[in-house]
């Protein structure tokens, strides 16, 4: 069945506001997806309801508050089809997830090992592999980018070394919207032993993924971009490479025991989670996970292809415009970057949000290497989620193409 994207904003309270004066057209879901209401009466019944500390307490309160927050693990395990929700490690985000990561990992690298990155990673999935390059002389190398905004796997054998231990890649680009094809970077790093860090934040928001099928040994993604509160993510890890991951904060909650002498450190998920976590964040994020695992995902996919597609031919009749990244529909998702020629992509954004109400995003998106690749200083960026309609296409490439006729 056909999406009812009419029904599915009423849950939106957000999109029947008019920021500005206008109707909003609220194209920057790849920076931060909107709330439904499910999401927000979570985060609400808990803080009014259930609010007290986690693990702690024996009172109603606190063992209602720790339900909540496990189940919330529960939640995201289901979501990404993990074997168990110990798998699990909530963090503030992907940043914190793959700084969480490089940190873990790398107690066991030594000067030489590899790790693989490509063109099209945000800051995120490239600063922490060089913080750790300094801390221990670990090498880093980089995989090129195709004309069209996908990782160039013709370099595979060149780049992934038998020195490599881990290839880092996103999953899909917060620019291009490129999907990465993951069995043969899982082929290639087995073959030498490495492991995979796949950063999910923008394929999370499309739907459950499932992290066993991917084969891969790493997740990490972001509530904010998936319809969750912000300050809440997660690192999923098998089993086995969580254990050998040391934590990276030291505090209540993660220890089994403490002497002055030593302190003896709980198992994951607990071990990376010091302190009082963001426990009413966790429940959103768990309410997340479940009001987009109710969705239709097959009608919820097309409807998002087909406006992509829409968005894509919209934009191509635009002079002077060139899409950084697929032009076709073929393994991508509706994340669209474009640059228009004598138009700097801040002013582009803003003209578009003063005169057409569409909120885009404009800049480098965390992502300088691949605007370098591009010979660009950043691009104006367009992005879907399920509540997006016609009328907010529409809007984006009439505004696109009146920016040109007036700031070019
Ligand atoms: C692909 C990708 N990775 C990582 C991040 C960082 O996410 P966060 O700022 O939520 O930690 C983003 C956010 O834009 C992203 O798009």
């Not at 873990?104 to 030489?112: E, F, I, S, V, Y």
């Not at 595979?156 to 993951?182: E, M, W, Y």
């Not at 928001?205 to 969750?228: E, Q």
């Amino acid at each position: 069945m056909a999406l009812d994207v009419q029904r599915l904003r009423t849950e939106f309270p957000i999109l029947s506001t008019q920021p500005g004066g206008r109707t909003l057209h609220y194209l920057d879901n790849a920076a931060t997806a909107q709330m439904p209401r499910a999401v927000i009466d979570a985060v609400t019944r808990h803080e009014t309801g259930d609010r007290a500390n986690v693990a702690r307490g024996v009172h109603a309160l606190a063992e209602r508050a720790t339900a909540a927050f496990e189940g919330a693990r529960a939640a995201v395990a289901d979501y990404l089809n993990a074997s168990s929700p110990e798998e699990v490690a909530f963090t503030s985000g992907t940043t914190a997830a793959i700084n969480l990561a490089a940190h873990g990992l790398g107690a066991h690298l030594k000067p030489g090992d590899e790790v693989v990155l490509s063109e099209l990673e945000h800051h995120s999935n490239i600063v922490p592999w060089q913080m750790l390059r300094e801390r221990t002389g670990i090498e880093i190398k980089v995989l090129p980018v195709t004309e069209d905004g996908r990782i160039d796997f013709t370099f595979f054998d060149r780049i992934v070394t038998k020195r490599c231990r881990l290839i880092a890649l996103t999953h899909v680009s917060n620019v291009t919207g490129a999907v990465t094809d993951v069995a043969p970077v899982v082929e290639a790093a087995r073959a030498v032993g490495a492991l995979v860090l796949l950063d999910g934040a923008q394929a999370v928001p499309h739907g459950p993924v499932d992290v066993r099928a991917l084969g891969v040994d790493l997740y990490a993604f972001s509530g904010h971009k998936m319809y969750g509160p912000n300050g809440i993510g997660a690192l999923w890890g098998k089993r086995d490479v969580l254990a050998m991951m040391p934590p990276m904060l030291g505090g209540g909650g993660m220890i089994r025991h403490v002497t002055f002498a030593r302190t003896a450190y709980a198992d994951p998920p607990k071990r990376f989670e010091a302190g009082t976590p963001p426990i009413a964040q966790a429940v959103g994020l768990g309410a997340a996970a479940q009001w987009v695992q109710a969705l239709d995902r097959e009608a919820v996919a097309a409807h998002e292809l087909r406006l992509t597609g829409k968005m894509l031919s919209g934009l191509a009749t635009v002079p002077g415009l060139r899409v950084i990244g697929p032009t076709g529909l073929q393994g991508r998702r509706g994340v669209v970057s474009f640059a228009v020629e004598g138009v700097h992509p801040h002013d582009l954004c803003q003209w578009l949000n003063d005169r057409f109400g569409v909120a885009l995003r404009g800049g480098h998106h965390c992502a300088e290497p691949l605007m370098q690749r591009f010979g660009l200083d950043g691009t104006s960026r367009a992005s879907l989620a399920p509540y997006n309609t016609d009328a907010d296409i529409d809007a984006l490439v009439e505004g696109v193409a009146d920016a040109r006729r007036n700031l070019a």
